[in-house]
């Protein structure tokens, strides 16, 4: 059972990044998806988060507008779109998947990824 983000990178200002969050051992399908982000010297903070079935998707205030969500059933894989990305964006993104929740707080995750870094820079 594991999640693998893999899409990170480099990239300038007001450009956009796909990251994937690929599952295994499990169905993403019935599971509410968490993207977390990490940058040095702070706190983890969750960036996008939605219910199981995405009945309901939080949004950073930052974020919101910038920063969408899809789904792959097939591929057993979410993404990240983010697009006009700034500096501030840069961070180590997470993926996680738990069964039930709203917002990216209150019940644990259930499975998380590693991380993919993203750095956004001229």
């Known amino acids: 059972v594991q999640l693998v983000e893999s899409g990170g990178g480099l990239v300038q200002p007001g450009g956009s990044l796909r990251l994937s969050c690929a599952a295994s051992?499990?169905?993403?399908?019935?599971?509410?998806i968490g993207w977390f982000r990490q940058a040095p010297g702070k706190d983890r903070e969750g960036v996008l988060c939605?219910?199981?079935?995405?009945?309901?998707?939080y949004y950073l205030n930052s974020v919101e507008g910038r920063f969408t969500m899809s789904r792959d059933n097939a591929k057993n894989t979410v993404y990240l779109q983010m697009n006009d990305l700034k500096p501030e964006d840069t961070a180590i993104y997470y993926c996680?998947?738990?069964?039930?929740?709203?917002?990216?707080?209150?019940?644990?995750?259930?499975?998380w990824g590693k991380g993919t870094q993203v750095t956004v820079s001229s």
């Open positions: 996680a998947a738990r069964s039930s929740g709203t917002g990216c707080g209150g019940r644990p995750y259930d499975y």
């Open positions: 939605t219910t199981v079935k995405d009945t309901n998707t």
């Open positions: 051992g499990f169905n993403l399908d019935y599971y509410g």
